[in-house]
């Protein structure tokens, strides 16, 4: 069995919402071959870390073109099995930033996440799951940022308590997000 499948199997879920949600993605995994591409239209695997400072009080977020929201970093696999390196590249390219500290090198989050129908470079893509795996990671906040407009309009270090401000027009990711914060606590990372 591939590494990336192991590392699958063997994370332990966090709450009922994991729980299920890893039984999906195990289900998916037996059921389809190309999820680790586009190909597949149904479900296919992202990977995205979610963004620190060193003092854990602000997170570093993107304002994502397609979605018109304040976002996480992330991407697709695109055939890639070095999850975490998809979530360090997505959010060096995403931000700008140049150093990337992994927190934990297992996986912070397992998530199915419903991707509505939408327009991408002109081209129709229908609803989808993004079958997600997260990482947590830290980033200096003197780092220079930059936005990269084919994917996002702002780069920004959001406060912890305000996230909810921004993250108003997405409370399903708001919901995700939060349980990245308390998961942070409980496993004092």
Same mark, same amino acid.
């Given at each position: 069995?591939?590494?990336?499948?192991?590392?699958?199997?063997?994370?332990?879920?966090?709450?009922?919402?994991?729980?299920?949600?890893?039984?999906?993605?195990?289900?998916?995994?037996?059921?389809?071959?190309?999820?680790?591409?586009?190909?597949?239209?149904?479900?296919?695997?992202?990977?995205?870390?979610?963004?620190?400072?060193?003092?854990?009080?602000?997170?570093?977020?993107?304002?994502?073109?397609?979605?018109?929201?304040?976002?996480?970093?992330?991407?697709?696999?695109?055939?890639?099995?070095?999850?975490?390196?998809?979530?360090?590249?997505?959010?060096?390219?995403?931000?700008?930033?140049?150093?990337?500290?992994?927190?934990?090198?297992?996986?912070?989050?397992?998530?199915?996440?419903?991707?509505?129908?939408?327009?991408?470079? *002109? &081209?129709?893509?229908? =609803?989808?799951?993004? $079958?997600?795996?997260?990482?947590?990671? !830290?980033? #200096?906040?003197?780092? /220079?940022?930059?936005?990269?407009?084919?994917?996002?309009? *702002? &780069?920004?270090?959001? =406060?912890?308590?305000? $996230?909810?401000?921004?993250?108003?027009? !997405?409370? #399903?990711?708001?919901? /995700?997000?939060?349980?990245?914060?308390?998961?942070?606590?409980?496993?004092?990372?």
């Amino acid at each position: 069995m591939e590494k990336w499948m192991q590392e699958i199997r063997q994370y332990k879920p966090y709450n009922e919402q994991e729980e299920k949600d890893k039984a999906l993605i195990l289900t998916c995994m037996d059921a389809y071959d190309n999820l680790l591409t586009r190909e597949n239209p149904v479900a296919h695997f992202s990977s995205s870390g979610f963004i620190v400072n060193k003092t854990r009080d602000k997170v570093l977020m993107i304002h994502h073109n397609i979605y018109n929201a304040w976002s996480w970093t992330g991407g697709h696999t695109d055939g890639e099995t070095d999850f975490l390196g998809v979530a360090i590249r997505e959010a060096k390219e995403e931000t700008g930033v140049q150093e990337v500290k992994v927190l934990s090198e297992g996986i912070l989050s397992l998530d199915v996440l419903p991707v509505p129908a939408h327009i991408k470079k *002109g &081209v129709y893509v229908s =609803a989808h799951l993004h $079958l997600s795996i997260a990482y947590l990671v !830290e980033v #200096d906040e003197e780092e /220079l940022l930059r936005v990269k407009p084919d994917e996002n309009s *702002g &780069v920004k270090w959001i =406060a912890i308590e305000e $996230l909810d401000k921004y993250v108003d027009n !997405e409370p #399903d990711m708001l919901i /995700l997000y939060k349980k990245f914060l308390e998961k942070m606590k409980v496993y004092n990372l």
